[in-house]
């Protein structure tokens, strides 16, 4: 009978939730995929700024002012006196969140300050002993997420504590600290403090710890961290623990999830469950000065490329020192939520399909099993000219393909041949920011892996990157010169090249070449080989171009030829197969070839 529990169990995570190598605890992580990062603490009432002074480091994080403007851990607590008490509830953020579409909220219980947002017994530098009546924020905070059904997680700075003589501060790189004085450090502060945000306030659904280094370059030990995870083990058993606690994940399986650098997006798809802390302009606790706000788009695409990888996105908001929200991150919040309410579909309990992330030129790929159907959600970032929209490199028909905007679902026409469909759009994109297209399929349909994608205006971008299969090793030099010298491939001897493509429109289709040759004489050639046709192409010099005027900026030339046209008499697949056959001294560097 256990056995067939056990089993039944099984199945059932393997049907609701397909994100392999999410372990069981992990998993309403994952189905919820958004986040909100609170950031605020003294540092708030700062506002970036001490004395006159603004925060002494570009990054302009002004929850680091303490550490960067080497202010008296004393003088520091004078900032409370600009806090706005009865203006401040916590259940706002609470409220923001949940209409924002989030489904957990992560809050700086105590940040590298030091400093305690709640009544703690064992340290005298925290709210319960600077207020009056006492406040309790991380009370306050259980309190309305239980309220919202928002799931509560916190953030405690285990490593770096400014305030406790015996914390760890970076000065101690030269005013060297024992690791026995650190220990008392971590016995006496974080151990019962962690013990306490684990007793009293409820279900803690995450603990987020803030060490970007690996243990072992750092004064926290090995044994310590261990300490510490059992404790949290022991405590509550749910509690997820991210990778920032300090142990690589190959150290110790057991740490729940991996936390990218602060600002970074996924750039490659993982089964590990992973998340980016992000802003929505640059620092977490409120600064004044922050003025470069990512716009409702680029958050929204942000959230949709992690989820398309695998990935969460837990986004920050700074409070003012009286509780107010910025209007710049608050009213995208809300943007994004209005977007969530419709498209939350896409998103939610949504993960990466199978196909190379970067096929598509339209946008990013979600996809979802329910009971009778597998979903992909087309994230389309730019509603094509056109009105058509291809998709390459899926061999099954769909079932139906519609607009999640859409409550009736009205079918979208659509053409599906060999590894490609084909869909027609409506004239106008139903939301302004991204619009989804759900197509449908029985089951998980079946894909060809390694196709290059036709793009929106129905050509075949070959690049030495997208071979397939890559037929010899190449070099490709990355871009150079903000961007002004391409990235290519130099051929300095015979180097071969290989693509495959499916042409769903057959018929005769112009070949372009793009390349720099700065040798004087054109013996070398290119030759490219299709359905059976072959065009040779003599190679000419290219000369030299200017990236920016008056600067001595003289950057090789790549000029685009075009070469000759292939017949391609059928719809299928096909392979194109190009030598770039150099005979001088000086390479040729291939850039790109363009069919359509
Ligand atoms: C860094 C910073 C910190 C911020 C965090 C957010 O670790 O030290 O101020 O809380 O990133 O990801």
């Known amino acids: 009978m256990k056995n067939l529990i056990v089993f039944a169990c099984l199945l059932c995570s393997i049907t609701s939730f397909a994100q392999k190598n999410t372990n069981e605890r992990a998993q309403w992580f994952t189905d919820s995929r958004f986040g909100m990062f609170i950031h605020w603490g003294v540092y708030s009432a700062a506002e970036g700024y001490w004395k006159g002074e603004k925060l002494r480091h570009d990054n302009d994080y002004a929850e680091w002012i303490l550490y960067r403007n080497r202010i008296d851990r004393d003088e520091y607590v004078t900032l409370l006196d600009l806090f706005q008490w009865d203006e401040i509830d916590p259940e706002e953020w609470v409220i923001l969140a949940k209409k924002s579409g989030m489904k957990y909220i992560t809050i700086t219980a105590k940040h590298h300050d030091g400093f305690g947002l ?41 490593w770096v504590d400014w305030e406790h003589p015996l914390g760890w501060d970076h000065s101690r790189e030269i005013y060297k600290l024992s690791a026995s004085d650190y220990d008392r450090y971590w016995q006496q502060k974080v151990i019962p403090q962690i013990t306490e945000l684990l007793t009293n306030y409820g279900e803690i659904s995450m603990l987020w710890f803030d060490m970007w280094i690996h243990h072992s370059e750092s004064i926290v030990s090995k044994e310590q961290l261990l300490q510490l995870k059992s404790l949290i083990r022991d405590l509550q058993p749910n509690c997820l623990v991210n990778s920032r606690l ?232 990355p871009p150079a010169k903000y961007g002004t010298i391409p990235a290519f491939v130099a051929a300095d001897g015979v180097t071969d090249f290989s693509w495959k493509i499916y042409v769903d429109q057959p018929g005769t289709k112009r070949v372009d070449v793009s390349y720099s040759f700065q040798g004087n004489r054109n013996n070398s050639q290119i030759v490219l080989k299709a359905s059976g046709q072959s065009l040779y192409h003599s190679v000419h010099p290219t000369g030299q171009t200017v990236g920016e005027p008056n600067q001595d900026w003289h950057i090789d030339n790549f000029e685009s030829n075009e070469i000759g046209t292939i017949d391609f008499p059928q719809p299928g697949f096909y392979t194109i197969e190009l030598s770039i056959q150099p005979t001088e001294a000086d390479p040729i560097k291939f850039q790109w070839l363009w069919i359509n």
Not at 119 to 131: E, F, H, N, P
Not at 135 to 142: G, L, S
Not at 285 to 311: A, E, P, Y
Not at 398 to 426: C, I, N, R
Request: hydrophobic fraction near 30%; aromatic fraction near 10%; glycine fraction near 6%.
């Open 118 to 158: 709640w009544d703690s017994k064992v340290s005298d530098y925290d709210l319960g002993d600077y207020t009056n009546p006492k406040r309790d924020i991380i009370a306050e905070m259980a309190e309305a997420c239980k309220k919202h059904g928002i799931k509560l997680c916190l953030y405690y700075s285990h």
């Open 246 to 477: 300090g142990l690589s994940i190959d150290e110790d399986p057991d740490i729940d999830y991996k936390t990218l650098g602060d600002n970074q997006l996924g750039d490659k798809k993982e089964d590990f469950p992973w998340q980016s802390p992000a802003t929505v302009a640059h620092s977490w606790g409120f600064h004044s000065s922050d003025s470069q706000w990512k716009s409702t788009t680029t958050l929204l695409k942000s959230l949709i490329g992690n989820v398309s990888l695998n990935g969460n996105f837990m986004l920050n908001i700074g409070p003012r020192a009286n509780g107010d929200v910025p209007y710049e991150i608050s009213q995208r919040m809300l943007e994004m939520g209005k977007w969530l309410q419709v498209n939350g579909e896409s998103i939610y309990g949504a993960e990466a399909f199978d196909l190379n992330k970067d096929l598509h030129d339209w946008g990013k790929i979600t996809c979802k099993q329910d009971e009778s159907s597998f979903k992909l959600f087309l994230h389309i970032y730019n509603w094509p000219l056109n009105k058509q929209l291809n998709l390459t490199g899926i061999s099954a028909t769909p079932q139906k393909v519609y607009l999640l905007a859409d409550k009736q679902k009205s079918p979208l026409s659509f053409s599906h041949s060999g590894a490609f469909t084909e869909v027609a759009l409506p004239a106008d994109q139903p939301d302004p920011y991204v619009s989804v297209v759900i197509v449908e399929y029985p089951s998980k349909p079946e894909i060809t892996d390694g196709l290059v994608a036709k793009t929106s205006d129905d050509g075949y971008s070959l690049l030495p990157g997208n071979q397939n299969p890559q037929p010899q090793p190449i070099k490709i030099t």
